[in-house]
């Protein structure tokens, strides 16, 4: 019997050593991720590619992709943005500063967890913070107090993000310490010019449905809303924008289009009556739109040599193309970007142009370009075949197309290195552009805006009368 009692000792013994093996094994398998410190824990297996201000995907080879964006435009991450709160917490209750080690859950020590106030931990509101998918992945590292009020975070991008970088005689201005552009040695415009210079947009179109300039459904980069956001739209935003940001006057006309012609006809009237109150002004398309908003309107006159008396028009020339060749075989100036002065020559041109397509005028043959023809321009044909020869330099200025017309993945020559006309990347390379000017929710917040203060802009054409008579071609502002 003492051998058999031996043996049963020894099994039970093996068998106790076995399960108590089995169940440590099997207690340290099952410990939760969240057991453990944060900095002990595994990294999750994500893409972590920034592709935020990518709105759509063209289907292009690397040569022909979206320009970098530039660097006022790329910003810190906004993930840094939280820790800022950690700082605020010593301030007002210094001893819980440890409530935010997880290894220190109250949960083992119930009878303190009145002092723990656990319903004050989230601190950092992260309801407040932008989406990750919302494009701003790129976007400016802000205090979260400004977060929650819109106007400041406003006010905040207007001083620290896109504001004047040079002064409006300052040279050279650099694009971003790669390359440099001189302005001539005499400049013409040596001091701001305020609400003395005007942009001008005029449109009829609608734009009421979700993601357009008029919705109250703002656009917006959110990731499920990113695809309704209007082209043409960004582009009228980024003009009001720069007005806003050099402090110009912004007009945006509404108007009744003439039946007998194509609407873009109503453009010199529009513009005879706005320009009368200012001393320069400037007409964009909607697809046409300011590059670089840090730049202002009077530094870029300063470049091209606009003189205010002697110069009256200034336009880009179109990409060299038989379809945009007039029939004396010039390259058609392209009438979506016009830079006005405050003269008498200005409303000579201004009135020449409008009567251009009226049967029995100067030039019989441009009621041709009254309506629209494929391949043929209207209000642009006729101004490109008649009104610029009849006024030459230097009444009407030519800028070259790689300045002030095009985009560069047009690849048409025309870069637009400062006033790109996306004519055929309305839909698409627009979003990118406007994206990196206004990303993530600065699209929602300045839209937002712009249909807040549409009172002071917006504006009927049967109404501009009512502006009063203005000045024409005299008694201008000093300090040019």
């Known amino acids: 019997m003492g051998p058999i009692r031996s043996n049963r000792a020894t099994l039970f013994v093996l068998a106790a050593v076995f399960f108590l093996a089995a169940f440590v094994g099997l207690a340290y398998h099952n410990v939760e991720s969240w057991d453990l410190p944060t900095e002990g824990r595994p990294k999750p297996n994500v893409d972590v590619t920034d592709d935020g201000t990518l709105i759509e995907t063209p289907k292009t080879d690397e040569k022909s992709a979206a320009p970098a964006a530039p660097a006022h435009d790329v910003i810190p991450e906004p993930e840094k943005a939280p820790k800022t709160e950690p700082e605020k917490a010593p301030e007002t209750e210094p001893e819980k500063a440890p409530e935010t080690n997880p290894e220190k859950a109250p949960e083992t020590n119930p009878e303190k967890a009145p002092e723990t106030k656990p319903e004050k931990a989230p601190e950092t509101k992260p309801e407040s ?3 990750a998918d919302s494009g701003l992945e790129t976007s400016p590292q802000v205090p979260a107090s400004e977060i929650e009020d819109e106007e400041a975070l406003r006010q905040w991008y207007l001083k620290h993000v896109m504001k004047p970088t040079i002064g409006v005689d300052q040279s050279p201005w650099s694009d971003f310490g790669a390359f440099e552009y001189k302005l001539p040695e005499k400049k013409l415009w040596t001091k701001p010019l305020g609400k003395n210079f005007c942009i001008i947009d005029i449109d009829n179109r609608a734009w009421d449905k979700e993601g357009e300039l008029w919705s109250d459904k703002f656009m917006s980069w959110d990731q499920d809303r990113r695809q309704k956001v209007h082209g043409l739209s960004l582009g009228i935003l980024n003009h009001w924008l720069y007005s806003k940001i050099h402090g110009y006057k912004y007009y945006f006309v509404d108007f009744v289009a003439p039946t007998d012609r194509r609407a873009s006809w109503a453009k010199p ?22 590059h670089h908003l840090d730049i ?4 870029l006159m300063n470049y091209w040599g606009l003189h205010p008396s002697t110069n009256s028009f200034a336009l880009a020339y179109d990409p060299k193309h038989p379809n945009n060749e007039d029939k004396f075989g010039g390259v058609y ?21 409008e009567e251009c397509p009226e049967p029995g005028g100067k030039h019989p043959d441009c009621v041709d370009f009254r309506t629209n023809r494929p391949g043929k321009p209207t209000d642009q044909g006729g101004f490109g075949t008649y009104i610029r020869y009849d006024y030459p330099a230097p009444d009407i200025i030519s ?3 790689t300045e002030a017309n095009g985009f560069p993945e047009s690849h048409s020559g025309c870069d637009g290195k400062f006033i790109q006309h996306l004519w055929t990347g309305k839909t698409n390379w627009i979003k990118i552009l406007i994206g990196k000017q206004l990303p993530g929710q600065f699209l929602e917040l300045f839209h937002k805006k712009f249909i807040e203060e549409k009172p002071t802009f917006w504006i009927k054409d049967t109404d501009l009368k009512s502006l009063g008579e203005g000045k024409m071609g005299s008694d201008l502002a000093e300090g040019r």
């Not at 202002?296 to 530094?299: A, D, G, I, S």
């Open 269 to 290: 009237a529009i513009i005879r009556e706005i320009l009368k109150h200012h001393d320069a002004c400037v007409f964009m398309d909607s697809d046409a739109v300011i």
């Open 399 to 401: 800028l070259p197309c």
């Open 129 to 131: 913070a932008p989406k």
């Open 333 to 353: 100036l392209n009438t979506g970007f016009i830079v006005l002065q405050n003269n008498k020559k200005s409303y000579e041109i201004l009135d020449a142009w």
């Open 296 to 299: 202002p309107f009077e530094w």
